[in-house]
Each structure stands twice: as C-alpha cells, then as structure tokens.
C-alpha cells in the first residue's frame, strides 16, 4: 500500500499522518469558507466547559432534532472529574461538596441513617427514597463566583466496601440549562463516611481499664469495667458476668446477652463510643469478649457488633485498676 492510497483509506501510522496533513491543508479553506454562515437569529452554538465551541462529535452528541429537522436544544456542558469530597453527616441526611480547583459541586443529599453513605441512585427533586434537595443554598454547581442551582438529573452512588471509596458518576441539568456530567472516586472526608463494615482498631495507648461499681448497683459476680484507649477516642462499657461469689474476673468466653446470665456481656449496660467517627454510646447485640490472664494482667480479645450493624475488633492487655475493690 502507497502512502497516497491513505487519502481513500487511512490505515497505520501513514494514515495518521496523512489525516493530519489533510486537516492542517483544509483549515484555511474551512475558515474561508465560515465567513460565508449566517446563522438564524435564534441558533444556538453549543459550548463546552471553556466557553469555546464544541467539536463535530460533540455538537452531534448534544443536538436534539424537532421532526422537521430543525435545532431544538444544544446546551453547554461541563465534564468534570473530581479530585476531591468532603460532607457533613445528618443522620439519613448527608451534605457532600465536590471540588477540582475549578469547579464546585454540593448535594444535599437524602438516604438512609447508616454508618455510611449507603450505594444507590440519588434523584433529583424525588419525594421519597434515595433523592437530592434542590434548595440552592445547599445544592448548587459552581463556577468560580457563580452558583447555579440544580433543576434534574441523578447520582449513582456505589461504596466499594473493598477498597473502602466512593465510586460516584453524575449526570445534571442546571438551571441556567446547562449539563453537568461528572465523576469521583475515592473517599469522603468528615466523620460518618468512612465505608467499613469491620473496623479493626489498633491499641496504641491505654487511658483507662478499671473496674467500678454501675450506677444502678452491682450484683454478686458483676465485672462493670471502664475502658479508654487512643488518647481517650474510644471508650467502652463492658458488663461482664461471672458466676456468684467470684471476686476478680474469671478467664473465659463472654458471648452478648440481656439477662444478666453467667458468661454473657450484659448488652443492656454495655456499649462504645468511638468519636473520630461519630459513634456515640452504641450498644452491642451480638459477639463476645474472650478473656485471659496472667497474674494480675489481663487481656481482652473483642469481637462485638453493634445494634446498628458494625463490627469492633481489637484486643488489649494490662492491669485492671481497682479489680478486686471496685469503687
């Protein structure tokens, strides 16, 4: 095949070239030639994210045609992909801004009240379900000084539980009739965004591990213990029940219960907080606490989950103060 035979069929690198060279000859004819349109009074140039008029392919992907052929609707769009979120967690209500250095996307966005934000379709203006507000005070885009409020459109929204992001694509129409498409993948920072459904803690410090009386009285072979840890960012309520008559802690397994039985956590008593995350006094409903030790030092295997699905691992080892004199 000659090189000229790629002015029929491009092919290869030849063809490559040869489309290039074809463009650069044909751009001074092709601006002749412009000088000659007269658009109509009511045409419509669509535009991209830079205020410059868009390429062949996107002026086709983007014009809608009346019956008879004529422009109905092209609009400007911004392609954007989003190198940053941060949101505010309200309980089923979350608010999430999307940044890139140039463009500024916030939601207000409504779900589920969940340890995170749960995956699923985000439409907007929906009454129920999975749905993004409109107020324009919270749900807006941004360019520069100028806000623009969010008329339709949806986010697909999926928590990638193994790789522990958000893996969000966005498609909206603003106000103004403009068209957002845009894309993020990675995590959301602020307190009730972390995707986990196990959270392994690792025990650097030990503020506290003591063994004191409830406030509601204690009862023969009740261990109530205090326990603190990461400069005091978890805190745990443990009820642990022995048998009557035993006076320190007994090595063994302490599965999660509600009646005060022997070798059970007592869950009506027991909960944890932990406030890097927003998780404040959550009670347990299922796990247990394996217990051993060794002269006066104990050590505490923890594999619990709370009421509201999330699970605690850790383990620690240390003197419990006041073990066998609970104040």
């Known amino acids: 095949m000659s090189f000229f035979e790629n002015t029929r069929k491009p092919v290869g690198l030849g063809g490559k070239i040869m489309v290039s060279m074809m ?20 045409a419509i140039a669509a535009m991209d994210e830079n205020d410059e008029l868009a390429g062949a392919m996107d002026l086709l992907q983007e014009l809608m045609l009346k019956p008879n052929g004529e422009a109905q609707e092209i609009v400007k769009t911004y392609n954007v992909a989003f190198t940053s979120a941060e949101g ?18 916030a939601l207000d966005i409504y779900g589920e009240d969940y340890k995170y934000t749960k995956s699923g379709t985000y439409v907007v203006g929906a009454e129920d379900g999975y749905y993004i507000d409109t107020n324009i005070n919270y749900t807006y885009f941004m360019k520069g000084e100028e806000k623009i ?11 990638n539980t193994e790789t522990q992001k958000y893996e969000i694509s966005m498609e909206f129409i603003l106000e103004d009739g403009s068209k957002v498409n845009a894309t993020y993948e990675g995590e959301i920072s602020g307190k009730g965004f972390a995707i986990f459904d ?21 009862v023969d072979g009740q261990c109530y213990l205090k326990v603190a840890f990461n400069n005091w960012d978890i805190e745990m309520r443990l009820d642990l029940r022995a048998a009557a008559g035993e006076k320190v802690l007994p090595a063994g397994t302490y ?41 006066e030092v104990y050590t505490f295997k ?6 509201e699905g999330q699970r605690y691992v850790c383990t620690f ?3 419990v103060t006041d073990m066998d004199n609970p104040q």
């Open 198 to 218: 196990e959270l392994q803690i690792q025990v650097n410090s030990i503020e506290e591990l003591i063994r004191t009386l409830p406030t509601n009285g204690a």
């Open 255 to 295: 599965n999660v219960g509600n009646d005060g039985a022997v070798g059970t956590l007592d869950s009506k008593f027991s909960n944890i907080s932990v406030y890097s995350y927003g998780f404040t006094s959550r009670k347990f409903k299922s796990g247990k606490v394996e217990v051993t030790k060794s002269g």
């Open 317 to 319: 080892t240390s003197k």
């Open 302 to 307: 923890i594999d619990l989950t709370d009421t």
């Open 149 to 159: 409020g969010i008329q339709s459109g949806a986010m697909k929204l999926n928590a």
């Open 88 to 105: 505010t967690d309200y309980g089923r209500n979350d608010n999430i801004t999307f940044s890139d250095g140039n463009y500024t996307l």
């Open 23 to 42: 463009n650069f000859g044909h751009s001074a004819m092709a601006a002749w030639g412009l000088r000659f349109l007269q658009p109509a009074p009511d």
